[in-house]
């Protein structure tokens, strides 16, 4: 197996993301047959990377006996055949449509510097004007601003009072107090933020606190709260923050609303040119949340019909 162009190995991973095609939660076989079959693995008790020289794959899991996941890619540009030149990153990406954005220093007087792909959230670290690392994730992170003290207990306590309520007492409430703003976003993301840290303290009650997080994502897609395609990375990472314990009882659910937020068919999707260049930005950006939803869909479908 040939070498990858390095050049071609950082655009793609800047650009879309991925790279041969590939995402970070592509099956082992698949990625040694692209990457080559010799590996190392590297891994502590909830996290693990594969390196396979010029690209790692990193994992995470929620438990001992909860599965791996694939979270993103690293392309180790430093390990690569050539060395490849920033300027020329920026000029490949303006072809297809894309830029990168520096970003604030990580720390005071750094020598590095890093930039992100908006498009993909790929992130790059250089040095001297040449690639060092770039850091393909999955998806985007959703924004979550911390909240005070006094506000996330405040929010928790509306949380444990709608946790009990049936679904007609719930919108209830809701339509009494969300903001018909544009605040109503940042209201959204207040509600939603410690519902994380209820399901992984009180995991006994996991699978409610749970339900609760489905129905109030539910009704803020229904409220277009955020953008749809910023409302998928946050169900995303909701759905993958699950534990079987918490995801077991709501199968159906999570497939429903996971196939109804699709941008694009299944057909649609196949039908896309298999060479990435030949996608607008926006094709990559609808194929790409498709394939996230697509695997949740598929998960927990298969568990829905048995």
Do not use: N
Not at 103 to 117: F, W
Not at 142 to 161: F, G, M, N, T
Not at 255 to 268: G, K, N
Request: hydrophobic content about 45%; overall charge negative.
């Amino acid at each position: 197996m040939s070498a990858p162009d390095p050049l071609e190995l950082c655009v793609e991973a800047l650009a879309t993301a991925r790279v041969h095609g590939m995402g970070a939660d592509a099956p082992l076989h698949a990625l040694a047959s692209a990457l080559g079959p010799e590996y190392s693995e590297h891994a502590s008790s909830d996290g693990m990377y594969r390196d396979f020289g010029p690209v790692e794959c990193h994992y995470d899991r929620l438990g001992p006996d909860e599965p791996w996941q694939g979270r993103f890619l690293v392309v180790r540009a430093d390990r690569l055949a050539a060395r490849v030149r920033l300027g020329d990153l920026h000029e490949e990406l303006r072809r297809v449509g894309q830029s990168l954005l520096q970003l604030p220093p990580s720390r005071h007087g750094a020598t590095d510097v890093m930039l992100r792909a908006p498009l993909s959230g790929s992130t790059l670290t250089a040095e001297d004007g040449v690639a060092v690392a770039i850091a393909a994730p999955m998806w985007p992170v959703p924004e979550s601003p911390a909240l005070p003290e006094a506000r996330w207990r405040a929010v928790c306590e509306s949380l444990r009072y709608l946790l009990p309520l049936t679904r007609t007492e719930r919108a209830e409430w809701l339509s009494d107090r969300v903001p018909d703003s544009a605040e109503a976003a940042d209201w959204w993301v207040a509600l939603l933020h410690p519902l994380p840290a209820l399901r992984f303290q009180e995991w006994q009650r996991a699978a409610e606190w749970a339900g609760l997080e489905i129905w109030l994502l539910d009704r803020a897609a229904d409220a277009a709260a955020w953008p749809r395609e910023e409302w998928v990375w946050r169900w995303m990472w909701f759905v993958r923050s699950l534990t079987a314990r918490a995801a077991g009882p709501h199968a159906a659910d999570l497939t429903r609303l996971s196939l109804a937020a699709l941008p694009m068919t299944v057909a649609q999707l196949r039908s896309l040119p298999t060479d990435w260049r030949a996608l607008t930005a926006a094709d990559l950006r609808r194929a790409r949340t498709a394939r996230a939803l697509l695997s949740v869909a598929m998960s927990f479908g298969a568990r829905v019909m048995g």
